[in-house]
């Protein structure tokens, strides 16, 4: 995929927005904004996360193993979103366990929060200069399983 970004992008118009479909994990869209990519769309972050699986700044997080079973943690430490504030990765897991629909509401909200900060972040570095430097540290990072 990323090849073929890099063969097409040279022949795309400089002034229009360049749009990627269906793609995806942090580490894609990290690498498609570095080949010119304006534009996303992806189901991947609410898809995701109805299935209990939760991108963090550490990497993705599958509340579905036992190990969170009495993890009072947040789910990512360093979100600023309301279900990281709110509530602990063993509760959420409960959730799931108890198939409360609520789980579902959580985890959602926490990705797609986790994405528009992403997104942000993106901007803001692109804007800085330093968009090569923030991909060599986040973008295989982002997409690892934790």
Do not use: W
């Not at 800085?128 to 973008?139: C, D, K, M, V």
């Amino acid at each position: 995929m990323y090849r073929v970004i890099s063969l097409v992008e040279p022949y795309m118009p400089a002034d229009k927005p360049r749009y990627l479909m269906g793609v995806g994990t942090p580490g894609n869209i990290i690498e498609g904004v570095l080949r010119g990519v304006d534009l996303f769309d992806c189901v991947m972050p609410s898809r995701n996360a109805r299935h209990g699986h939760l991108f963090t700044s550490k990497g993705i997080l599958n509340l579905n193993n036992a190990r969170y079973e009495r993890d009072e943690a947040p789910v990512d430490e360093d979100c600023g979103c309301p279900v990281c504030a709110r509530h602990s990765r063993a509760y959420i897991r409960h959730l799931f366990k108890a198939q409360e629909m609520l789980a579902l509401r959580l985890c959602v909200t926490h990705n797609l929060f986790f994405y528009n900060r992403l997104m942000a972040d993106i901007r803001s570095e692109l804007e800085s200069g330093n968009l090569e430097r923030f991909a060599l540290e986040f973008a295989a990072k982002f997409d690892r399983r934790v």
